[in-house]
């Protein structure tokens, strides 16, 4: 099966810096990632996603990654704010059929931005 | 407003009591799920529903039950029988189970006293 990691459990930054979170993920027939945003309390709220077709993606503030010959996802956000603050942890889905296109998840960086 | 809405948002159970947390989506969507998160661990999921009337079990279903009669509806019955209750449990759905984005509901605690 899936199995998804992070490296880091916590991350602190400054308010301005550049942040990035990774998810290392162990299935090399995985073929759509998602990064999800929660805040304490709350449902995770979708950021930004990326089929396995593509190595980059660009959204507001945010930038995803995907190197498929090692296996690693990340997420970038520039110019870092306190309302970024939350837990990020990705999702990795497989593309056998066996596994119903269900989702697997990491669990999740808390990212701390400091003013 | 469209979206998925759980209730009740806190919830307090004696032990011996059974459940029912409630998740309704109007989004139309075929593809319904169950998860349960505790610190430190990724989130787990419990049932999935691909189709009204249809549902399987998930990676940790001992101790609950579904069911899936409306499109819209996909009610978690937490048992007596579930040893460690006490946790946080997000409804998600998708347009169908094969389409990409997943989104999740607002999330209920659940407090076994």
């Known amino acids: 099966g899936e199995s998804v990691g992070l490296h880091l459990p916590t991350l602190s930054v400054q308010e301005g810096d550049n942040s990035i979170i990774n998810c290392a993920y162990s299935?090399?027939?995985?073929?759509?990632f998602i990064w999800y945003k929660q805040e304490s309390g709350k449902g995770p709220q979708f950021i930004i996603d990326?089929?396995?077709?593509?190595d980059k993606r660009q959204g507001q503030r945010v930038t995803v990654l995907l190197n498929k010959t090692v296996k690693h996802l990340s997420l970038q956000i520039a110019a870092t704010q306190p309302g970024d603050s939350a837990v990020y942890f990705c999702?990795?889905?497989?593309?056998?059929?066996?596994?119903?296109?269900?989702?697997?998840f990491g669990k999740g960086t808390l990212l701390t931005v400091n003013p | 407003d469209g979206g998925i809405t759980q209730s009740p948002k806190y919830l307090f159970r004696k032990e011996g009591q059974n459940v029912t947390l409630s998740c309704e989506q109007n989004?139309?969507?075929?593809?319904m799920y169950w998860y349960r998160q505790d610190p430190g661990q990724g989130l787990r999921l419990i049932y999935y529903?691909?189709?009204?009337?249809?549902?399987q079990k998930g990676d940790i279903a001992e101790g609950y039950s579904v069911s899936r009669e409306k499109k819209e509806s996909f009610p978690l019955t937490v048992t007596s029988a579930q040893k460690n209750p006490t946790a946080f449990y997000l409804c998600?759905?998708?347009?169908?189970?094969?389409?990409?984005?997943?989104?999740f509901g607002p999330g209920t605690r659940l407090t076994v006293l």
């Open positions: 998600a759905s998708r347009a169908t189970f094969k389409a990409d984005t997943q989104y």
């Open positions: 299935n090399s027939a995985s073929d759509y």
């Open positions: 990326i089929r396995s077709n593509m």
């Open positions: 999702a990795v889905q497989g593309l056998s059929g066996g596994s119903n296109y269900k989702l697997t």
């Open positions: 989004l139309n969507h075929d593809a």
């Open positions: 529903s691909q189709i009204v009337n249809d549902f």
